[in-house]
Nanobody
Framework: QVQLVESGGGLVQAGGSLRLSCTAS????????MAWFRQAPGKEREFVAA????????RYANSVKGRFTISRDNAKNTVYLQMNSLKPEDTAVYYC?????????????????WGQGTQVTVSS
């Protein structure tokens, strides 16, 4: 089993920055791929970014490329999402996810483990 706990959400003005953290516990092999998804009210959960176990490979949604950076510190069992130049449309609950696959999927259903989510609100 893998447990994921997110932190770092909050309220920020447009153009500002936030860093989300996701601390994992449990089987390392079950979290080869770590990802961030988000879900705004009334919308489906959407892929934001993913990173492989050894941080060699990353993948981003087009909507966040150049603004968000995903990274992981395996010694601390933590994955980060640095969010810069935030926009009101980035407002959502952000979820951390883990999967044993080495393929960085963008499909929520292909991730085995999820955190409880952290709210990010960007005011205009």
């Amino acid at each position: 089993q893998v447990q994921l706990v997110e932190s770092g959400g909050g309220l920020v003005q447009a153009g500002g920055s936030l860093r989300l953290s996701c601390t994992a516990s449990g089987r390392t092999v079950s979290r080869n791929a770590m990802a961030w998804f988000r879900q705004a009210p009334g919308k489906e959960r959407e892929f934001v970014a993913a990173v492989s176990l050894v941080s060699i490979t990353t993948r981003y949604a087009n909507s966040v490329k150049g603004r968000f950076t995903i990274s992981r510190d395996n010694a601390k069992n933590t994955v980060y999402l640095q969010m810069n130049s935030l926009k009101p449309e980035d407002t959502a609950v952000y979820y951390c996810a883990a999967d044993r696959s080495v393929f960085l999927s963008t499909v929520p259903g292909e991730y085995d483990y999820w955190g409880q989510g952290t709210q990010v609100t960007v005011s205009s």
